[in-house]
C-alpha cells in the first residue's frame, strides 16, 4: 500500500553526503553529448569520481569495474545503445548497480522502445522528469523534446507504479521531486525554475543518483538525499546569480561548499 511522501530528514540527507565524501564512488558514466563535461564537473565538485567509457568493448570491462553506472539516452544512436546493453549486462553479472535517465522518452519510439526494454534489465534506480516517468509507464505525457509538460506530484502515481513493476527506485523531479520505491515515498523540496534553463542539471542530477545508489544503506533515502543535494545547491545558486550565464560556476561551488548547515536549512540566503 503507498502512504503519502514525507520530506527528507536534512540530517538523512547529511549522513549520505558524508558517506560519499569518504568512499568517492566511480562512476561510469554513458551520457549524451550535450552534458558530457558538466556530468563530470558535478561529480567531481561532490566529491565522485566521474568516468565516461564509451566503447562497447570497453564499457563492459569498465562498468564491471566502476561503483555504479550511469545510462542516459539522451544523444542515443545504435553504436550507443550497443555499449549500453553491453554496459548493464556486466554491471548486473558485477552486482553493481545502474541508473537509468530515460530522455526525451515518449515522443521519440525507436528510443522509447529501447528504454522498456532497459527496465526489464533491473536498474536501481530511475530518474527523470514528470513528462518522461508518464511515458515510460504507458501514460500519455505532454513533454516537448526534452523537457517536461507535466507536474511532477501528478506523475507520483506512475512513478510508484513503475518502481512496483522494476523494483528500481524512481525518481519524478520538478519544482518538488518526489522519490518511491513503489511503498514509500519522499518529497524533496528545493531548487529553482532557473535551473530548467540550464541544460543538463537533470542529467547531472541522474549521475549524481549513480554515485549515491553506490553508497550503503536504504536505496530510497540515498536517492531523495541525491535529490536534496542538487535542490539545495541550485537553490542558493539562483538566489545569487543574475541568470542561466552565471549559473553553472555558482553551482559547482556550491555543490563543493555543500554544508550540514545548508542541508539543514539553516543559514538560507
Ligand atoms: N519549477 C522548479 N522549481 C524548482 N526546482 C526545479 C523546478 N523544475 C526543475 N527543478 C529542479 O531542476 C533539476 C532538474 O529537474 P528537471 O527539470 O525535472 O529534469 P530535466 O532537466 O531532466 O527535465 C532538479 O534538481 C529539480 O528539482
Ligand atoms: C538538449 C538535449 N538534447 C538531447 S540530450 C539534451 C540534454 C538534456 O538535459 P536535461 O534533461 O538535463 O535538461
Ligand atoms: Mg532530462
Given at each position: 500500500m503507498n502512504t503519502r511522501p514525507t520530506f527528507l530528514p536534512g540530517s538523512?540527507?547529511?549522513?549520505?553526503?558524508?558517506?560519499?565524501r569518504l568512499s568517492a564512488p566511480l562512476v561510469h558514466c554513458l551520457t549524451?553529448?550535450?552534458?558530457?563535461?558538466?556530468?563530470?564537473n558535478v561529480l567531481l565538485a561532490l566529491g565522485a569520481s566521474p568516468a565516461m567509457v564509451v566503447d562497447s568493448g570497453e564499457a563492459a570491462q569498465f562498468s564491471a569495474i566502476a561503483d555504479a553506472l550511469l545510462i542516459n539516452v539522451g544523444t542515443?544512436?545504435?553504436?550507443h545503445a550497443d555499449a549500453m546493453l553491453a554496459a548493464v549486462h556486466a554491471a548486473n553479472q558485477a552486482g553493481k548497480p545502474w541508473v537509468l535517465d530515460p530522455v526525451a522518452v515518449g515522443g521519440l519510439s525507436w528510443r522509447t522502445e529501447f528504454c522498456l526494454k532497459l527496465i526489464t534489465l533491473k536498474p536501481a534506480a530511475i530518474r527523470g522528469n514528470a513528462s518522461e516517468i508518464l511515458a515510460l509507464s504507458g501514460l500519455?505525457?505532454?513533454g516537448r523534446g526534452v523537457d517536461s509538460g507535466d507536474d511532477s506530484l501528478a506523475a507520483l502515481p506512475a512513478a510508484q507504479q513503475l518502481a512496483r513493476q522494476t523494483g528500481a527506485v524512481v525518481a519524478v523531479t520538478g519544482e518538488t521531486d518526489y522519490v518511491t520505491d513503489g511503498e514509500r515515498s519522499r518529497a524533496v523540496a528545493g531548487g529553482h525554475p532557473m535551473m530548467t534553463r540550464v541544460v543538463g542539471t537533470g542529467c547531472a542530477l541522474s549521475a549524481v543518483v549513480a554515485a549515491f545508489v553506490a553508497l550503503p544503506g536504504g536505496r530510497l533515502d540515498n536517492v531523495a538525499a541525491a535529490c536534496r543535494v542538487m535542490s539545495c545547491a541550485g537553490e542558493r545558486a539562483c538566489a545569487v546569480v543574475k541568470g542561466p550565464g552565471s549559473f553553472t560556476p555558482e553551482f559547482l561551488d556550491n555543490l563543493y561548499l555543500i554544508s550540514e548547515e545548508w542541508l539543514n536549512g539553516e543559514g538560507m540566503l
Open positions: 538523512l540527507a547529511v549522513t549520505s553526503l558524508q558517506q560519499l549524451n553529448d550535450v552534458v558530457q563535461s558538466f556530468t563530470a542515443l544512436t545504435r553504436p500519455s505525457a505532454s
